[in-house]
């Protein structure tokens, strides 16, 4: 999101993100989130979409930005919602985050932009890293997407 600030707390309408399962061979990027939400937690990497901006050219934009990698986006894995409401019922964050499958084309993981580190994972790393349980659930799908395709080719 770099030069864009965005008013979250309390929104009058959700707000689209947009993450990125990046596959390097059998391996996926994470970054750890230098910032809220999820400070400090391991995440995929993506960000607020831009008006004006399609969903792939977010992906790109936000792999760059907060690893400095050259992907390729090539479909649809899943949208979630994610919603907080306070001890009042009342909603104080909501995201619908649209999440692509991608594959590495370039460069070396750099934590850039809001994010603190960035590195590749195996799956056998997924119970280890206390990831939120959409974010594994969304790793898992792109891993399963991800054997489907490797195993239909001739």
Known sequence: MSDEKLDRDYPDRPFVGVGAVVWKDDRFLLVK???PPRLGEWSLPGGAQHVGETVVETAHR????????EIEVSGLLDVVDSIRRDDGGRVSFHFTLVDV????????????DDAADAKWFSLDDLDALGLWDETERVIRLAAEMRDATASAMP
């Open 33 to 35: 989130r230098g910032k």
């Open 101 to 112: 499958f991608a594959e590495w084309r370039a460069g070396e993981p750099v934590a850039g």
């Open 62 to 69: 936000e792999v760059m930005e907060e690893t400095g990698l």
